[in-house]
């Protein structure tokens, strides 16, 4: 009897390997995603089209820039007093400086001008209008603007059309020599408050017992002739000076300079600086304001001209950079076909507008010549002789015409190009490879 085995004991399931754990979820910000850029519809992007405009447009603004630069150097460089004779912001010796500014700390309100029209426009009843000595003449129409203001006229140096346009012809002019401190030996205060002063005289009384207003003259010479008038009228009072040395940084300090000066310009509160400049031929009759004439040259401050004309300059060296410049011709290929027959046409007009017979005879002569030597086997480098003679054995004309016919002078007018196109082309027609 067979012993009964036991039944084997099922083998244990394999342990289940335990799931991997997860890795730490990474974070990931969160945000606005790039799109891809918009394509436009000329297959380029915003970004490639803005590159495109910048390459195009950094020289001009390089050259904006470079004017921008140097602008803003002559506006910092640029003194902050000028140079022009019998300014009150000039302090040189021919200069008016210190005695503007001796009048502003006393609350005089001096204005500064250079033409007769803004001389008008600021100037008026109640006021002083100071006319420095002129480079060049005023004109009649100017000095009755002058006396149309109103205000009190002190006139210094006066040429003689101003002294009679002024003084209504009871004063005149003339030429004299300082000699020396004199009196005033007048009842004048402005000349008795200064006492003795050296001023050169040149101005003579011209009036008659008739007129309503005669002039009272201080510092004579001697002869007739004196350095200082002054005429009191109903609604205003003119006072003319021969000598500018009463204005004068270098001189305003001599004698009784000082004071003379400082009685004729502050009598008023306001003081009106006309420094002519002898290019204005301004009147300011009924003329608008600056700003309601909207010039450029009125409402640019100073020394704007300078600044201008190197603008200027700077456009004119960038048109020059950029022009098209003359040069050999280069062989581009044309964008769009065009047939032979329509560029042909178009040159023979072009021909036709100029009158060019002499070109339009040397195409045609250089074509045949060209088609010729091709068919008879020369060489392209051919001389004149050769290509003659060639012509000659394939069709037994003379040598002359031919060489005529090739390389003759050009036509006289445009029935001779006619016929010797006509001619070329019989000449062609008959030429064959011997």
Known sequence: MTAQQPPVAPAPPAPTPPAPTPPAAVSVATGPVDEPPVVIGDDTTGRTRAASRWRRMRWPFLVLGVIALFVLFLAVVRPATSADPYAPDNPEPGGAMALAEVLKDQGVRVTHVTS???????AGPGSTLLVTPNPAFFADDQISSLNRTGADLVVVQPDFSLVAGVSRNTVDSTYGVAEGPVEPQCDDPAAQAAGAVSLAPGLYDT???????RPVLCWPD?????????????????????????????????????????WMLGQNEDLVWLVPNPMDVSTGDDQPTPAERGQVNELMPPGSAPVALVAVLAAVLLALWRVRRMGPLVVEDLPILVRSA??????????????????????LRASAAD????????????DANTVVDAVVAATNRPSQQVADLLYGPPPADDAALAE??????????????P
């Open 420 to 433: 010797l196109a006509r001619r070329l082309d019989i000449l062609e027609s008959e030429v064959h490879r």
């Open 342 to 363: 329509e560029a042909t046409r178009g040159r023979a007009r072009l021909y036709r507008a100029a009158r060019a017979r002499g070109h339009a005879a040397a195409g």
């Open 116 to 122: 007769v029209a803004d001389a008008v426009a600021a």
């Open 207 to 213: 009036s008659t017992p008739a007129d309503d207003v």
């Open 222 to 262: 001697g002869t007739g002739n004196f350095a200082y008038a002054r005429l009191d009228f109903p609604n205003r009072s003119v006072t003319m000076v021969t000598d500018p040395g009463v204005l004068r940084n270098g001189s305003v300090l001599e004698d009784g300079n000082a004071a003379l000066a400082l």
């Open 371 to 382: 088609r010729i030597a091709s068919r008879l086997g020369l060489a392209r480098s051919s």
